[in-house]
């Protein structure tokens, strides 16, 4: 069994930064697909970024080049850092594993509980 735990989040102005950790229970981060999704109340799931095996990394377009995705493997911690945050960026943001590449678009087996992200204007 796998579990990922989120922290980090919470309540920042608008323009702000915050930075989200992901801690994975075993050493599949080397191995696995790694993303961050979000939810924000009355919308549907958004992926907003993916790191695979190889470190190559994938951002929604409504996020790139104001947050970034990372991961330490010797820490089993993925990252998401978010910068010039704006109101449209709340949401409970949530990551998630999966050992199929990420070039596969998989499923992602693995979900962490979620961590909130409040940006007041």
């Known amino acids: 069994q796998v579990h990922l735990a989120e922290s980090g989040g919470g309540s920042v102005q608008a323009g702000g930064s915050l930075g989200l950790s992901c801690l994975v229970s075993r050493s599949i981060l080397s191995t696995s697909c790694m993303a961050w999704f979000r939810r924000a109340r009355g919308k549907e799931r958004e992926k907003v970024a993916t790191v695979d095996s190889g470190g190559v990394t994938t951002y929604s377009e409504s996020v790139k080049g104001r947050f970034t995705i990372s991961r330490d493997n010797a820490k089993n911690t993925l990252y998401l850092h978010l910068n010039s945050l704006k109101p449209d960026d709340t949401a409970m943001y949530y990551c998630?594993?999966?050992?199929?590449?990420?070039?596969?678009?998989?499923?992602?087996?693995?979900w962490g509980q979620g961590t909130q992200v409040t940006v007041s204007s």
């Open positions: 998630a594993a999966d050992t199929y590449s990420c070039d596969l678009n998989p499923a992602f087996a693995y």
